[in-house]
């Protein structure tokens, strides 16, 4: 069976929408990126990300760290206090306040940290331990696939394939690839060529998960026949759409009732973050990104009165309206 996860993202992974994500048939959710350092500072924001329930199992945790050490301790955090199914380690934020400082995709500009990372924080835990990073930093710096050696690779650099199996003997129980580099960020298009050359090389038996441009069900089911991956991380497309992972709910559910499923989201997050503006900021996201509205005549006065709306009893009245007048 063909298995679709939800990508671990900065402030939309919250357990609403986790939970949401898997009702409708996500394989696997993951929480939002939690800083190593800041896990181990017990920063209120960050320790709240380890709230994780039953009814989305399996969860994995993402981490971030710029030093083998915090990692370490961060991992040892997190499956004291959360019990996850898989702790994954983040070698593929792009963004500068993470990538800039090292940790996310800037641990591609020192493969031989990434994997003392990997070897250290699998040996200091018993849960299992899972990386997800890009092709490379920049187009002269990929990891994956036909490289060359350059200033950031171990004397005599390594290829793709190597650098696939190396993660595996370090311990490593699956490995997800973003199909672009670090410079590329978002923009331009997914390579899922290289990804597709991991996933054939005999010597790689760990699980390989394929991530970038998955837009709709037909993007996946074309990413599992042409390339073979164990499994398709959807990402920027769930904005807005919690139900994109199920066809039948795509295709069926009507505008109204998917304006509900928002709804739900808002009054999930109000439960768990137990601050209203805080729920609405999250769920505005989603109202912001979700294509139910798109394509309405005349929307847009509307559509701001919806994300500048601040209290629950507020936007609730809003959804409704745009309910009884468009829908």
């Known amino acids: ?24 048939g996500a394989a696997m959710v993951y929480t939002e990126f939690v800083a190593a350092e800041a896990l181990v500072r017990s920063v209120k924001d960050t320790v709240r990300k380890l709230t994780i329930s039953d009814d989305e199992r399996p969860v994995g945790i993402q981490i971030y760290a710029r030093t083998t050490d915090a990692a370490v301790e961060a991992a040892r955090i997190v499956e004291a206090e959360a019990h996850p199914d898989v702790i994954d380690l983040n070698f593929g934020c792009p963004v500068k306040k993470v990538a800039g400082k090292g940790a996310g ?14 070897e250290a924080v699998a040996k200091a835990v018993s849960t299992p331990v899972t990386v997800k990073t890009r092709l490379g930093w ?6 994956f696939g036909n490289v060359l050696s350059n200033e950031y690779m171990p004397e005599g650099g390594w290829n793709g394939d190597d650098l696939a199996v190396r993660l595996q003997e370090c311990g490593a129980k699956a490995l997800t690839i973003h199909g672009r580099t670090r410079a590329q960020m978002y923009t331009g298009e997914a390579d899922w060529t290289l990804i597709g050359e991991v996933k054939k090389n005999p010597k790689v038996k760990i699980p390989i998960i394929g991530n970038g441009d998955i837009k709709s069900l037909d993007d996946a089911d074309r990413a599992f026949e042409k390339y073979g991956v164990d ?13 994109i992972f199920s066809r039948e709910a795509t295709e069926k559910l009507t505008a109204s009732e998917k304006i509900d499923i928002l709804l739900e989201l808002l009054h999930i997050n109000m439960d768990y973050i137990g601050d209203e503006y805080k ?15 798109k394509g309405i005549p005349d929307f847009r006065s509307m559509r701001i009165r919806m994300l500048r709306a601040n209290t629950e009893k507020e936007l609730v009245e809003i959804l409704d309206e745009i309910k009884q007048k468009f829908f």
């Open 1 to 24: 069976m063909n298995k679709l996860f939800l990508a671990p993202m900065e402030d939309v992974t919250d357990i609403g929408f986790r939970k949401l994500c898997k009702r409708y």
């Open 105 to 118: 995709a800037g641990m591609l500009q020192k493969i031989p940290q990434l994997l003392e990372m990997t």
């Open 138 to 143: 920049n187009a002269d710096n990929y990891v």
């Open 231 to 243: 499994a398709v991380m959807i990402g920027r497309a769930t904005f807005g759409q919690p139900w």
């Open 279 to 293: 729920a609405i900021l999250h769920t505005r996201r989603h109202l912001a990104a979700t294509p139910i509205f």
